[in-house]
Nanobody, 122 residues
Framework: VQLVESGGGLVQPGGSLRLSCAAS????????MSWYRQVPGKERELVSA????????KYADSVKGRFTISRDDAKNTVSLQMDSLKPEDTAVYYC????????????????WGQGTQVTVSS
């Protein structure tokens, strides 16, 4: 199993970034996918998730209306479009494969990427 995130970087407040996660080593289309983020000293939090079919998505309240998750099963990738970024979005963002049932996302142990740093600062 391999999940490789990319697209992080330094951006000014109000700017945009697009994160991508390339998956391999498992049947991508069988899994729901998600993005988490973590800042030092805090627990990793769920930012957004998308079901295996792509028909259902969920977002943390703090990012609703600003972030959009999508998946491309032909390329085994999941993306996170982040607009109107705020300094409080600064974190390491991680990709995860898991399950999504009745609106609840459950991460799968061992199905994590190495993370990509997003820094929002002027």
């Amino acid at each position: 199993v391999q999940l490789v995130e990319s697209g992080g970087g330094l951006v000014q407040p109000g700017g945009s970034l697009r994160l991508s996660c390339a998956a391999s080593g498992f049947t991508f289309s069988w899994f729901a996918m998600s993005w988490y983020r973590q800042v030092p000293g805090k627990e990793r939090e769920l930012v957004s998730a998308i079901s295996s079919t792509g028909g259902s998505t969920k977002y943390a309240d703090s990012v609703k209306g600003r972030f959009t998750i999508s998946r491309d099963d032909a390329k085994n990738t999941v993306s996170l479009q982040m607009d109107s970024l705020k300094p409080e979005d600064t974190a390491v963002y991680y990709c995860n494969a898991g399950t999504y049932f009745k609106g609840t996302y459950s991460p799968r142990t061992g199905y994590w990427g190495q993370g990509t740093q997003v820094t929002v600062s002027s």
